[in-house]
């Protein structure tokens, strides 16, 4: 399904507010993650030989920045193209979790996690038509994403 002129505006105006903590913002969804899945971890080589906490990881949080600016970017573009990612973009992104053997389920952690995070992040903007209009624009991306595995 795609998103409402409603769910558009619910996704831009709290992206223009979310976008200025990127960072931290970032950093949040993958602790959230790690922490229901410790395993994911193993998934990047700068955390194996760390000796740093998780969360004071340079290498992590600017990682959680790209890819939280990815996911918020691909909402805002959604609408605009009709399409959650480029396709050159979307080739990578489903050869690197091709690669990792990343499942639905995966996504699922990752979708709650992020939908916690911006629910901690958005403040007074946030509603439960916030909520489900990130999870639609969410799953948009997760559907392109799978359309490159199979
Ligand atoms: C893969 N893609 C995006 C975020 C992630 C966070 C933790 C583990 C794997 C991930």
Do not use: C
């Not at 960072?23 to 969804?29: C, I, P, Q, W, Y």
């Not at 080589?45 to 970017?73: C, R, W």
């Not at 009709?82 to 091709?98: I, T």
Request: charged share 20%; hydrophobic share 45%; aromatic share 8%.
């Amino acid at each position: 399904m795609a998103l409402t002129a409603q769910q558009e505006s619910l996704i831009v105006n709290s992206w223009d507010m979310l976008k200025n903590d990127s960072a931290d913002h970032g950093l949040k969804f993958f602790l959230k993650i790690f922490s229901a899945a410790p395993a994911a971890t193993a998934l990047f080589s700068y955390l194996k030989d760390s000796k740093v906490p998780l969360d004071q990881n340079p290498k992590l949080k600017t990682h959680a920045t790209i890819v939280f600016v990815m996911i918020g970017e691909s909402a805002i573009q959604l609408r605009k193209t009709g399409k959650a990612m480029d396709e050159s973009d979307l080739k990578h992104l489903g050869a690197v979790h091709f690669k990792f053997g990343v499942l639905h389920e995966h996504f699922q952690v990752a979708k709650k996690a992020l939908l916690e995070t911006i629910k901690e992040g958005a403040g007074e903007l946030w509603s439960p038509a916030l909520s489900n209009a990130w999870g639609v624009a969410y799953d948009h991306l997760v559907a392109s994403i799978e359309s490159q595995i199979k």
